[in-house]
């Protein structure tokens, strides 16, 4: 099992920057990609960003350029970085990992951003 918790959230205005930060714990060796998903309210929830164990990443057209995952094998540690905030980008964002055979997802509870002047 995979415990997640994420923290970093809260309100900013447009233009701003947040960083989100995901802390694993319990099996991580297990952890194959580790990313950040988002469902803003009446919407479903949506890939963000995505980190493999090796580095490689991707991310869903609307932030590309504006948000960077980065993950700390070390620290079990998954961030995202997001900068130039627009009021779109409101939603909660949850951390989530993925198994080695790709059979176990966890999640965290998610952590609020609203981007509001």
């Known amino acids: 099992q995979v415990q997640l918790v994420e923290s970093g959230g809260g309100l900013v205005q447009p233009g701003g920057s947040l960083r989100l930060s995901c802390a694993a714990s319990?099996?991580?060796?297990?952890?194959?990609?580790m990313g950040w998903y988002r469902q803003a309210p009446g919407k479903q929830r949506e890939l963000v960003a995505v980190?493999?164990?090796?580095?490689?990443?991707n991310y869903e057209d609307s932030v590309k350029g504006r948000f960077t995952i980065s993950r700390d094998n070390a620290k079990n540690t998954v961030n995202l970085q997001m900068n130039s905030l627009k009021p779109e980008d409101t939603a909660v964002y949850y951390c989530?990992?993925?198994?080695?055979?790709?059979?176990?997802?966890?999640w965290g509870k998610g952590t609020l951003v609203t981007v509001s002047s």
């Open positions: 980190t493999t164990k090796l580095g490689s990443t």
């Open positions: 319990g099996s991580i060796l297990s952890i194959r990609t």
């Open positions: 989530n990992a993925v198994s080695l055979d790709y059979t176990m997802v966890y």
